[in-house]
T-cell receptor, first 121, second 115 residues
């Protein structure tokens, strides 16, 4: 399967514990995105990477959240000192962006993984 | 700030009927619009992507249209089947320049096809 892969699929943790999720994008994709989705809502943007550089972070990404993409391939999302409000589906997506320094080219279609369901008890 | 609205929130139709799902957005300066399908507890599956310069895209029984000036898109599903039951989400990507890459999603329409 050459799609976006996320691990684990489910995580149950006690409040106050740290958790880490992993995302493996489609291999040739240079852009990687993290979104969070709560029940009955659409996904909300958290952050994105172009290769290994983290280029944008949402204000939803508090100090307890950190994301990395050290070699421009897979990415990790860590949540420290989890709270019950962190319970959600965490979705990863990737896309291939072409173009010069300013203007985007290509269709930049985003492909999503199956998500990691986090439950904080 | 871009806002995306999907109406209705839920829809039930008998098998075999054609149906239309609606998506509206407040800022017409978009780069593209993407329709997704989400099954319960699963991730998102991309269905169709329409560039801002396009009016429609088709894939099998699905047809998506885009009217950028009025801030609207529709997803038409022909000859609905029980397997089409899912939540359908639309998402818009902002203008052509790099720097703002996030997709803004609607809250989705939960579709149930009755056998």
């Amino acid at each position: 399967d050459t799609g976006v892969s996320q691990n684990p699929r489910h995580k149950i943790t006690k409040r106050g514990q740290n958790v880490t999720f992993r995302c493996d994008p489609i291999s040739e994709h240079n852009r990687l995105y993290w979104y969070r989705q709560t029940l009955g809502q659409g996904p909300e943007f958290l952050t994105y990477f172009q290769n290994e550089a983290q280029l944008e972070k949402s204000r939803l990404l508090s100090d307890r959240f950190s994301a990395e993409r050290p070699k421009g391939s897979f990415s990790t999302l860590e949540i420290q000192r989890t709270e019950q409000g962190d319970s959600a589906m965490y979705l990863c997506a990737s896309s291939l962006a072409r173009g010069g320094a300013v203007r985007r080219q290509g269709n930049t279609e985003a492909f999503f993984g199956q998500g990691t369901r986090l439950t904080v008890v | 700030k871009q806002e995306v609205t999907q109406i209705p929130a839920a829809l039930s139709v008998p098998e075999g009927e054609n149906l239309v799902l609606n998506c509206s957005f407040t800022d017409s300066a978009i780069y593209n619009l993407q329709w997704f399908r989400q099954d319960p507890g699963k991730g998102l599956t991309s269905l169709l992507l329409i560039q801002s310069s396009q009016r429609e895209q088709t894939s099998g029984r699905l047809n998506a249209s885009l009217d950028k000036s009025s801030g609207r898109s529709t997803l038409y599903i022909a000859a609905s089947q029980p397997g089409d039951s899912a939540t359908y989400l639309c998402a818009v990507r902002p203008g052509a320049n790099f720097g703002n890459e996030k997709l803004t999603f609607g809250t989705g329409t939960r579709l149930t096809i009755i056998p």
